[in-house]
């Protein structure tokens, strides 16, 4: 055959698209273990954080396993449950979007426990929508289930200098010692406030310049995924009043 001919060339370039697909498989089938374990330790870093754990890459898995002491599964009643699905595994984003589509009885909701210096730690997962993509993060209650102790929020593709500050620990270390709660014990939440919050606001922070829609997205995640996990602290509550 002419190897200058059409015909050759369009023989040669078929055989290269599969040889070269063939290698693209193999190389992301090969890279699978190593992305998921890349995930899993980036959330693990991600709960430490929010209670104040800072870790390096390699110390994460250890430090997650000593001081996560517990994981739970609740449903949307604020009741454990026990299945085959991991606290750890549970996709939020799925279980959340299970109320758009009426299955709310079917949610489950993942609660960390966390035991640094002898005390509790609450930390719960959240979950929502920024001006450009989804934005996400933990936060961390203390013993009461109402003083926020930390948070981590993260985000996909906010605007660097506007909503993108989410993730700054500027921003996050306002949350630290605001209340869900009320006076009567109603949950209230955390609200990012345009224009500044009140000094006296327990319930309040400054919201971020520039930035509303991711504020208000902020204040949104945090009010929706939280408000899920009240049935269960109140049930805690109650144990706690009897004993």
């Known amino acids: 055959m002419d190897k200058d001919s059409n015909k050759a060339t369009f023989i040669f370039s078929s055989v290269m698209v599969v040889v070269i697909a063939i290698l693209l498989s193999v190389t992301a089938i090969s890279l699978a273990p190593f992305q998921d374990k890349n995930i899993r330790i980036e959330k693990m870093k991600n709960i430490l954080t929010s209670v104040s754990i800072p870790t390096e890459t390699a110390g994460t898995e ?96 906010e605007t660097p200098g506007l909503g993108a500050e989410i993730a700054t620990e500027k921003f996050q270390q306002q949350f630290v010692g605001k209340k869900i709660l009320d006076e009567t014990g109603k949950f209230v939440s955390i609200t990012a406030i345009k224009g500044g919050a009140k000094p006296d606001d327990t319930h309040g922070v400054d919201a971020i310049s520039g930035a509303t829609i991711t504020s208000k997205g902020v204040s949104e995640m945090i009010k929706r995924t939280v408000n899920n996990y009240i049935p269960y602290f109140k049930k805690q509550e109650a144990v706690a009043s009897t004993n």
């Open 62 to 157: 250890a430090a997650f396993n000593q001081y996560i002491t517990k994981q739970i599964v609740l449903n949307n009643k604020g009741e454990e449950v026990a299945g085959s699905v991991a606290a750890f595994d549970i996709d939020l984003k799925k279980e959340l979007d299970k109320a758009k589509t009426g299955k709310a009885d079917e949610q489950l909701f993942p609660l960390f426990i966390c035991n640094k210096d002898g005390k509790p730690f609450y930390i719960i997962p959240i979950r929502g929508k920024g001006l450009w993509g989804p934005i996400w993060g933990f936060i961390s209650l203390e013993s009461d289930m109402n003083t926020v102790y930390g948070v981590s929020f993260a985000h996909k593709s």
